[in-house]
T-cell receptor, first 111, second 114 residues
Framework: GDSVTQMEGPVTLSEEAFLTINCTYTATGYPSLFWYVQYPGEGLQLLLKATKADDKGSNKGFEATYRKETTSFHLEKGSVQVSDSAVYFCALRRDGNQFYFGTGTSLTVIP | DGGITQSPKYLFRKEGQNVTLSCEQNLNHDAMYWYRQDPGQGLRLIYYSQIVNDFQKGDIAEGYSVSREKKESFPLTVTSAQKNPTAFYLC?????????????FGEGSWLTVV
């Protein structure tokens, strides 16, 4: 069945470091792909999305490119800030309006 | 403002007691979902509903029940049959049709068994 696999955390980075969080997916057809962010004690918020191959989603300095050949949607940011500390979830949407989420990657950015 | 409202934020349940978590959305979304999140874990789908008066079981429906009598409401009941209900519960909604439709989440409800 459809699934999402993302790199395990926790990830700890110094402020202004480069961030990569890997995400790969398994799905039939052409799912839409998403990154969500969750701050402590809150719900998930959409960070960015891509709906077809080679699309690049971007928001708040974060980027991810839909790579169908490698079934990947890695999240990147060139310079992280303390305020980026959160849990990041990769997700896919398949036909039938069903969403599948990865297990989440915890990021801590230290000053 | 449009959004998803979950209540209560914190709830305590005694052993053998049923409790109901409320979820209301004013986004005019057709589809609604309930997820469970355990500390340090990902999201697991409990139930989902694509239209009013219809819903389907997700991956971990045992011990839970839902209803969808109105488009804007999707309450979740945690029954006494759920043996380990302590968790963070997230309600979500989305529109139908367009492949890029986003799923939106409420702020969550913490349920603790005492």
């Amino acid at each position: 069945g459809d699934s999402v696999t993302q790199m395990e955390g926790p990830v700890t980075l110094s402020e202004e470091a480069f961030l990569t969080i890997n995400c790969t997916y398994t799905a039939t057809g052409y799912p839409s792909l998403f990154w969500y962010v969750q701050y402590p004690g809150e719900g998930l918020q959409l960070l960015l999305k891509a709906t077809k191959a080679d699309d690049k989603g971007s928001n708040k300095g974060f980027e991810a490119t839909y790579r169908k050949e490698t079934t990947s949607f890695h999240l990147e940011k060139g310079s992280v800030q303390v305020s980026d500390s959160a849990v990041y979830f990769c997700a896919l949407r398949r036909d039938g309006n069903q969403f599948y989420f990865g297990t989440g990657t915890s990021l801590t950015v230290i000053p | 403002d449009g959004g998803i409202t979950q209540s209560p934020k914190y709830l305590f349940r005694k052993e053998g007691q049923n409790v109901t978590l409320s979820c209301e959305q004013n986004l005019n979304h057709d589809a609604m979902y309930w997820y469970r999140q355990d500390p340090g874990q990902g999201l697991r789908l409990i139930y989902y509903s694509q239209i009013v008066n219809d819903f389907q079981k997700g991956d971990i429906a045992e011990g839970y029940s839902v209803s969808r009598e109105k488009k804007e409401s999707f309450p979740l009941t945690v029954t006494s049959a759920q043996k380990n209900p302590t968790a963070f519960y997230l309600c979500a909604s989305s529109t139908q049709g367009y492949s890029g439709n986003t799923i939106y989440f409420g702020e969550g409800s913490w349920l603790t068994v005492v």
